[in-house]
């Protein structure tokens, strides 16, 4: 279960601010308007993430970023950020945390044909219900369960399962090396034309 998010008080906000104001993004939060929570992440001992919304604008604005409180990552899309963390705060995976950060890393790296969601439970998948029954059912059918496997000489662990990229079904397996960098193999398409009206990033699916 993921842990909550915790919401600084309005004297530790404007000193994250304070601390950010050096930064291009943050010219865009007030400090009177501008909620800043964090949560921890199981695979890293110092930094946390931290997310910042602005409740001034329409829809509002949200940041998030990596940091240990003096070092503030932002969280742009690539996976530069989340490696860069690495370095700075050497991750620790295990079997129990490896799955929880494949979940955060494609939460918040933008792949180049659109989101991609690691499928727990094929039946919890937000929006479901918007494809016909065919579809749906094609979804359970196909849904390969994930397995998590550590060569221990290598250091490295294997998650097999299935994937949502780009409007297809997709089972694979997913190297992660001891420092926290991804490589796909045996890659075969499940299922494809499988095109959802939006995707909502729900607590069912990733870290927010």
Request: hydrophobic share 40%.
């Amino acid at each position: 279960m993921q842990q909550a998010w915790t919401r600084f008080s309005r004297e530790q906000a404007h000193e994250v601010l304070g601390k950010l104001a050096g930064q291009r993004d943050a010219v865009v939060f007030s400090k009177d308007v501008t909620e800043v929570t964090w949560r921890a992440l199981p695979f890293y001992t110092n930094y946390k993430i931290y997310r910042l919304v602005n409740y001034a604008t329409m829809p509002t604005f949200t940041m998030s970023y990596l940091s240990n409180g003096d070092d503030f990552i932002p969280l742009d899309g690539t996976a530069a950020p989340i490696y860069t963390t690495s370095e700075r705060d050497p991750i620790r995976l295990n079997e129990m945390n490896v799955v929880p950060y494949l979940e955060f890393f494609f939460k918040k790296v933008q792949g180049s044909e659109g989101d991609v969601f690691l499928i727990k439970d094929p039946k919890r998948m937000p929006a479901l219900d918007s494809l016909s029954p065919d579809q749906q059912l094609a979804i359970v059918n196909n849904f390969k369960a994930l397995k998590v496997s550590h060569d221990a000489a290598a250091g490295f662990y294997r998650v097999s399962g299935t994937l949502y990229y780009g409007g297809s079904l997709i089972s694979a397996v997913i190297q992660v090396t001891p420092d926290g960098k991804l490589g796909f193999e045996e890659q075969s398409l499940l299922l494809s034309g499988i095109h959802f009206p939006y995707m909502p990033h729900t607590s069912q699916w990733l870290e927010g």
